[in-house]
C-alpha cells in the first residue's frame, strides 16, 4: 500500500522472449489475484529492454494469452523499449552522485571472476578507482562497496544479502549500450509507483540489487513477494531455453487452473472443467498469499 495514497498497485513484467508459458503465468496470476484481492491496480510492462533477446512477435503473443485466459489489465501496457530516455536520466543523476564508474574491462578479461550464485561473474573491480590510461568505457557499473541489504519477503520470508559476495558492482548500462535489466525495473516501478512487486523466485537474486538501487536513486522500495518456481521433470525452471511449451490459447482454463493448484490454492477439480469466469469468481472469492508455497515445484508433463 502505498502509505500516502492507500493504493495498492502491482504488476506483471513480462519478457517477451517467446511465448507465455506456465511459469511466467503462475507469476501473472499471483500478482493479479494479490492486486485485485486488495482492490488494487494491476499493470503490465512488456521488459523488451534487452532487445536482441525480445520480439514483437513473442509481445503479441503474450499479449493475446494473456486476454485468453481472462486478465484485465489497467491501462495500457508499458513497453521498456521506448523509456531509454528515463534510464538515461536516472544513469545521469548517479553520475552526478559518483554511485556509477566507467568499466571498460571485456568479457574476456573478467572471466576469471568469482562467480555470483546466479552464475555471473563478480566483478573484481579493476576500473572502480578510473579506467587505466589508453581504456575506453564500456560499461557503467553501480558501486555497491559494502552493502548489505535485508527484506521481508510475504512468501519466502526474511532474505539477507551481502551485495559485495553475491553481485559485485553490477552493470547498469551495457557494452553493446543497452540498459541492464536491473536498472530498468528500478526506473519503470518507481515511475509507475507499484507498491508491491509479485514475480518468480528465480529473480530473488535481483531484488537485494534492486532495493540498493532504488536507495542509491532515492525512490521507495516496494513490497515483495517471490512466487515459487515452476521446474519440469527434470528439476529446470520452465523458459524458453528449457523448451517449456506455450499456454494453449485454446484451453485456457486447464492452465489457470493448474497454476491455482501450484499455488497451493486447491482448486476444486470441476473449475477446470468450466469456463474462464467461474475460475476467476472462485479464485478472487478464495486467494489467500499464506498458502502459497516456498517452492521450488514440479508441474506435469501437460503444461510443462
Ligand atoms: N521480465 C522479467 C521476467 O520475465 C520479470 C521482471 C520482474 O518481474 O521484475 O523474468
Not at 494473456?66 to 531509454?84: I, K, M, T, V, Y
Not at 553475491?166 to 516501478?189: I, K, N, S, T
Not at 525512490?219 to 527434470?234: E, F, K, M, Q, R
Request: charged share 20%; with cysteine; hydrophobic share 45%.
Amino acid at each position: 500500500m502505498n502509505p500516502r495514497t492507500g493504493i495498492y498497485r502491482g504488476r506483471f513484467a513480462p519478457s517477451p522472449t517467446g511465448p507465455l508459458h506456465f511459469g511466467s503465468l503462475v507469476a501473472a496470476m499471483g500478482s493479479y489475484l494479490e492486486a485485485r484481492s486488495h482492490g488494487g491496480e494491476w499493470l503490465l510492462r512488456i521488459e523488451d529492454v534487452d532487445a536482441p533477446r525480445c520480439s514483437p512477435a513473442a509481445a503479441d503473443s503474450i499479449l493475446r494469452t494473456l486476454a485468453a485466459c481472462g486478465f484485465e489489465w489497467d491501462g495500457e501496457p508499458l513497453w521498456q523499449s521506448r523509456r531509454s530516455e528515463a534510464y538515461a536520466a536516472a544513469l545521469e543523476r548517479l553520475k552526478d552522485a559518483g554511485t556509477v564508474f566507467p568499466c571498460a574491462c571485456t568479457r574476456r578479461e573478467l572471466a576469471d571472476s568469482a562467480l555470483a550464485p546466479d552464475g555471473a561473474a563478480i566483478y573484481p573491480g579493476t576500473c572502480r578507482a578510473g579506467l587505466a590510461p589508453g581504456r575506453e568505457a564500456r560499461a557503467w557499473r553501480l558501486r555497491v562497496g559494502q552493502a548489505r541489504i535485508g527484506f521481508d519477503d510475504a512468501v519466502q520470508g526474511r532474505i539477507e544479502s551481502d551485495l559485495a559476495a553475491e553481485a559485485g558492482d553490477f552493470v547498469l548500462r551495457r557494452a553493446d549500450g543497452l540498459f541492464a535489466y536491473q536498472l530498468a525495473v528500478v526506473v519503470d516501478d518507481a515511475d509507475a509507483a507499484i507498491t508491491h512487486v509479485v514475480r518468480g523466485a528465480d529473480l530473488l537474486l535481483s531484488t537485494a540489487r534492486q532495493i540498493y538501487l532504488q536507495q542509491c536513486l532515492g525512490v521507495p522500495t516496494p513490497a515483495y513477494a517471490h512466487l515459487p518456481v515452476a521446474v519440469n521433470a527434470a528439476g529446470e525452471k520452465l523458459s524458453k531455453q528449457t523448451l517449456a511449451v506455450a499456454i494453449d490459447n485454446t484451453r485456457p482454463v486447464l492452465a489457470l487452473h493448474a497454476a491455482l493448484d501450484f499455488l497451493g490454492q486447491r482448486p476444486p477439480a470441476d473449475l477446470g472443467r468450466g469456463t474462464v469466469a467461474e475460475l476467476w469468481a472462485w479464485a478472487g472469492a478464495n486467494w489467500r498469499l499464506q498458502q502459497v508455497p516456498r517452492g521450488p515445484a514440479t508441474v506435469s508433463a501437460t503444461v510443462a
